[in-house]
């Protein structure tokens, strides 16, 4: 009998690319910006409600007729138009912005490898016209989409679950606007996800074990999502990192066209084109809310990278 | 060569025209129309408006005669602009946001490719890191939070260009670099791993080999397939310089087709809106088939039968 510390441990895929991840020092470097931020939007409203004893959305007294503060001790990113402390509005505004990020990236990922993997499984004719309506969906303009989307949805049309979903975190027009924000963006980026899972599927449906599964009667759809789908993880977390970035990148672009967060709900985008308007006489309430942004998704693509290579070493950029 | 670029050419027309479809359902399918704004029209005029334009009609008849028009390229009026066909506003406008897109894809170009080959060439170097993160710092900043930040210093406060509006070159600075950022930053990153990956193949080896000068295998060999990612690139970039325009011609205030394709689909100007898809659309498609032809010229190995 060997004894038990002179068996080689194997390292498992997940254990493999963990320590990969951690040599990686600017992956590194976003994984704790990252969990910093985080932390932050999660933790801070709540302190700084505490300390001042005003939530995000209220407007101080001593807030007379120059309402719009530079950066000081006391609001340490300055002050909104309104009075408002801008550092709560900004880590109120990063709940939400992640919140979209994450959120609209599982829809787009839930969508895109159900479709993908499909696709992938089933081949032929039907993959053929799968694909090509991927492929004319990308022709239309996703802001288009988007627009329509939301045009549809909103006001009295919008959907009942919906409305219970945002009812259960306090209702209201606002807040219905972002939870159909979460739903639309999802919506148009699921696209990229699909072909990279059907990419995937296609090389392995005919690996043995899918033989196996299918020699033994095990039905197409517990193949494609109890065999199938669990094998595309690797490809598809990767994936999942580099959408949430663009995700709040698009929903940033939205704010700033009026169709995004609406007012007193605030998203770091919403917040940004705010401050676009008054560039000239308070520039702090653009550069506050923009670098704070431009910084977490910074992080994130650095965390995308790191992780594709990682999981993936064989397409890893060198 | 000739029969595959006849054969992409020709199933242009059919795409285009079921993107327009699809565009026109997604329309038809948001509550409401053009005429159904804040202000209430008198019902004898929505009755005199909704004949005028078959609206009362059944919805394929409709879409049977937009589609019968729009095959013979005539998109009709705007309704927002009142007696300008939609082929007239599209010309008119779009000549601002090509020069605006092709210039900033140049300058893409030019900054991305340099600072790919560089950083490729010297691999780890503090170059290849600096301009790296450089280029991720370019993927991260929204380019409606660079644009009024580059205002903000280079206008407001160095007074070196204006702030907006169109008009001499000095306009047309800001609003370029704005627009180049996110593309040199793509560029640049594509560029490096294609270059990479290039120069550990055989056939580099073969042509050091065989004693080209270093300058003859960068020039003539490595960079000819190391470009094929940024060349694929182009396809989708120009796509999405739509999307780009929107933010830098409102941020810049220019006169461009982006802007005015949102205005169109908030507007609900049905025409527009339709006919700056299928504009673009085609426009999307040609870039993509020159894109497959010139792979061809660049790598030869890739043959079309």
Known sequence: MADEKDIVKGTSLWKDAWQRLLKNKLAVFGLIVMVIMVIAVTIGPPILRWATGLTPYDIPADADYIKAFPPSWQHPMGTDDAGRDLLARVLQGGRISLMVGVISTFVSLIVGVSYGATAGYLGGKIDNVMMRIVDIIYAIPYILIVIVLLFVFSGENTPNWIDAISSSFGGGAGLNQIFLLFFSLGLVSWLTMARVVRGQVLSLKNQEFVLAARATGVSTFNIIFKHLVPNTLGPVIVYATLTIPSVMLTEAFLSFLGIGVQAPYASWGSLASEGIKNIALFPWQLIFPGVTMALTLFSLNFLGDGLRDALDPQTRKF | ?305
């Open chain 2, 1 to 305: 060569m000739l029969k595959f670029i006849l054969k992409r050419l020709i199933i242009i027309i059919p795409m285009a025209l079921l993107v327009v479809t699809l565009t026109w359902g997604l329309i038809r399918i948001a509550p409401g129309n053009f005429y159904s704004g804040e202000k209430k029209l008198p019902p004898a005029i929505e009755a005199n408006i909704t004949k005028k334009y078959g609206l009362d009609k059944p919805w394929y008849v409709q879409y049977g005669k937009m589609m019968w028009n729009i095959v013979q390229l005539d998109f009709g009026d705007s309704l927002k602009y009142q007696g300008q066909s939609v082929n007239e506003i599209i010309w008119r406008h779009f000549p601002y946001s090509a020069t605006i897109g092709l210039l900033a894809y140049m300058l893409a170009l030019l900054i991305g490719l340099s600072a790919g080959i560089i950083a490729a060439l010297k691999q780890n170097s503090l170059f290849d890191y600096g301009s790296m993160a450089l280029a991720m710092l370019g993927l991260s900043i929204p380019n409606f939070v660079l644009g009024p930040i580059l205002v903000l210093v280079f206008s407001l406060w160095l007074f070196w260009v204006p702030p907006a509006r169109w008009g001499g070159i000095s306009s047309l600075i800001l609003p370029v670099i704005t627009l180049a950022a996110i593309y040199a930053a793509y560029i640049a990153r594509l560029t490096r791993a294609g270059m990479l990956e290039v120069l550990r193949s055989d056939y580099i080896r073969t042509a050091r080999a065989k004693g080209l000068s270093e300058k003859t295998v960068l020039l003539k060999h490595a960079l000819r397939g190391g470009i094929i990612p940024v060349v694929s690139f182009t396809g989708p970039a120009l796509a999405s310089l739509l999307a780009g325009t929107v933010v830098v011609e409102k941020v810049f205030a220019i006169p461009g087709l982006g802007k005015i394709f949102i205005e169109s689909v908030f507007n609900r100007d049905e025409p527009l809106t339709l006919g700056i898809v299928a504009f673009l659309s085609i426009l999307i498609m040609v870039f993509n088939l020159a894109v497959d032809i010139s792979y061809g010229f660049l790598d030869p190995r890739i043959r079309y039968e």
